[in-house]
């Protein structure tokens, strides 16, 4: 939910800010503790990339907060600013779509980037977790204001997904599902 992208990577006040424009000496000499909601919450070792991109480990996320969580900690933040009144889908949409463009910024002019970001200072991969924060935190919350028990829908499309792309069809090819014949 960046407003612009001119802050210094870093922490103004107690809200950490990081930007395009960040100095990877200045990220790496401020705290990883991330507020959320009023509470710091120390960045686990966890949510770091395990695999480096070298493809042997696959990336895990950490098993908390749940998505519940996530969007019972959005409506409290929401709730306590009467923003309500502003949060309905078409806006949230709107809204998550811009974020999804600041993400897209990340990776302009970059080429191809590997798996784990090699290339990528702390400060950028901050930045990017960041952006794709917001990205999730409006897609929960546009969730929740549309009645969609996400966690159920993904099962559902993941299923869909099976069928549609069965492994002994489509193993190794990035084809559409229309394009594969019986």
């Not at 210094?8 to 991330?34: L, M, Q, R, T």
């Not at 302009?108 to 200072?121: D, F, H, I, Y």
């Not at 099976?162 to 084809?175: D, E, F, I, M, N």
Request: hydrophobic fraction near 35%.
């Amino acid at each position: 939910m960046a407003k612009n992208g001119k802050d210094a990577c870093g922490i103004n006040g107690d809200v950490p800010s990081v930007s395009s424009h960040c100095s990877n000496e200045a990220f790496a000499n401020k705290s990883h503790s991330a507020v959320v909601n009023g509470a710091a919450m120390e960045a686990s070792s966890h949510s770091r990339l395990q695999n480096g991109g070298t493809g042997a480990e696959r990336f895990t996320f950490s098993p908390e907060p749940t998505i519940e969580d996530i969007r019972r900690m959005q409506a409290e933040f929401t709730d306590e600013r009467d923003w309500n009144q502003f949060h309905q889908p078409r806006n949230l949409l709107l809204a998550m779509v811009g974020e999804v463009g600041e993400v897209s910024e990340l990776f302009q002019w970059r080429g191809e980037v590997a798996e784990g970001l090699p290339n990528w200072t702390e400060c950028e991969r901050e930045q990017l977790a960041q952006e794709l924060s917001d990205v999730m935190i409006y897609l929960v919350e546009l969730a929740e204001k549309c009645h969609v028990d996400l966690p159920q829908a993904v099962l559902r499309k993941m299923a869909l997904n099976r069928l549609k792309y069965p492994a002994s069809k489509v193993h190794g090819s990035a084809k559409k599902y229309t394009e594969y014949k019986d």
